[in-house]
């Protein structure tokens, strides 16, 4: 490699094969922005590496990550990407059934993961923890378990500190980047048995986070589908966009629309919450799932939804005999071409007031596609869609529809409950053990769901206000990504300057209002002093800046603190916050 390095640029360039030429300079490129890798051990489940995000070409990759880590193992491949120091994001496995479906995941896994983990970053803006994301491919063949244990170990290899390698190898690899604060989540194909096995692991390697390494935890958690917690937040952008449009749904009757199945997360809680809510009014036409399709025009039968979800059985097993009698009704499997065009068609083609992707691939609808959106008048098949799956949408397809007149939630709005969610989780895990997290687990979930609502409704509100004070100027998902990246720019302010201040900076009232203040009632009761001292100075600096900066936007709108000059908006920020603990 030295002697690559000492040749001059001419003489590299003159390898005449094009592609022996630039793979010569992407090696090259590759081994400059190393910067930890666990290539050295003796033992490995992969060949893992943290790289420096300005390996990016800033033409295709206008934003650059915080980090970059790749692995390469045996029947799969895995990147994780974050925005910050401190970040979290889910965890993903994408299981292709055959070699072509594998080739074209292995081509697409950066970019997804890229665009994944920048929409956690908007969605991450009320709390701590930057965005993050994950996602392992498995080749056919490959067993999942195996693979995904190969995969955190390789994690592990890069963020726990038990690494033992040779002083030639240390010689070679910075090691410098070992203090990552990473945090995971359950998202596709991550089962309870293998949320265990991460967190156990992670204990194992000495992960000094271990117990907050993975949340969803069914014990020492909350589980996200259990107590339907991203849906909580969905919900409420439901009941706002049908309160503004005039809607009255205890009265009118309105038709929904879904992609995912009673067997998933977002789409079984928010079904639940929609005959919760609406038994009389809400109908259900279509759901779309993995497994195939169920379509009624009359609307499909509450009884049988709500029985595959207490099953957790997917959209297939919907008893035929609960259809309708419409010529036009029926459930489809995906066992031929036709019924999967069905069933790939079916979010499209059928016309609702309300379309809910709560499960699907990235950017299912694109800039080639969304006229399949559209009727053959041109007039969009929904009103109101509510992202609940992550960048299910491309941003010039959500541009189009809200220009027919579609009153869209962007994901990093309508979804961002889960993963706040996963950040009180990891607050308590920090702070509590194993038996004291249990004796207070259910009014401490209770208190979490209640701040998560709190949360939704604030964000709700001003999208709602700004749309009206710019009198359509933007759209709604634009408003959206303003919010998100005001929030985070003013976090990133407020952040640069408390990160270097001492342990002093902690005794202050106002700072100490501030931290306690953002925490579940019960926790501050009980442990207000293993707050303040159990969660890293680091992360608590990290809280104080995402918690003012949220607060103060939702509260005065997004250009209210930009008035202030830069160097004044911390000052302001902590006077106003001040004021407002007094006047309570």
Known sequence: YKKIKEATVNEINQIINKV??????????????????????????????????????????TKKPFAIIFTVGRNYRFFHIRWRDIARGGLRVIIPKATTEYENAIDGLFDEVYGLSYAQQL???????????????????????RVVKAAIN???????????CSKEADSQILHNQSKDTIYLGPDENITDDLIIWIQEQAHKRKYPYANAFMSSKPNFGINHKKYGVTSQGLHIHVKALLKHLNINPQQNNFTVKMTGGCDGDVASNELKLLYKSYPNTCKILAISDGSGAAYDPNGLCWKEILYLIEKNYPIVKF?????????????????????????????NKIKSDIFIPAGGRPYTVNDTNVSDFLNHSGVPSSKIIIEGANIFFTESARNKLQELGVWMIKDSSANKTGVICSSYEAIASIILNQNEFLKIKKEYIQQVISILIDKAEAESRLLLREFSKYNNKYNLTQISMQLSIAINDLTDLIYKKIVNKPSKYFEQEIIKSIILNHCPNILVKNYSSRILTKLSQKYLKALIASSCASFIIYKEGLNWIYTFQENKRYDVVIEYIQNDILSK
Do not use: M, Q, W
């Open 154 to 164: 390789t994690l592990l290899d890069l963020i726990a500190p038990d690494i033992e």
């Open 20 to 61: 022996r030429r630039r793979i010569l300079k992407t090696s090259i490129l590759f081994i400059d922005h190393c910067l930890r890798t666990n290539y050295f051990l003796h033992s490995k489940t992969g060949i893992a590496f943290r790289l420096n995000p300005d390996i990016l070409d800033s033409k295709y990759y």
């Open 123 to 145: 969605k991450n803006k009320d709390i701590p923890e930057g965005g993050a994301k994950g996602a392992i491919v498995i080749k056919p063949g490959g067993d999942k378990t």
């Open 319 to 347: 008893n035929t005999k609960y259809l309708s009698k419409s010529k036009s009704a029926f459930v489809i499997d995906v066992s031929t071409r036709e019924n999967i065009k069905t069933r790939n068609e079916l979010h």
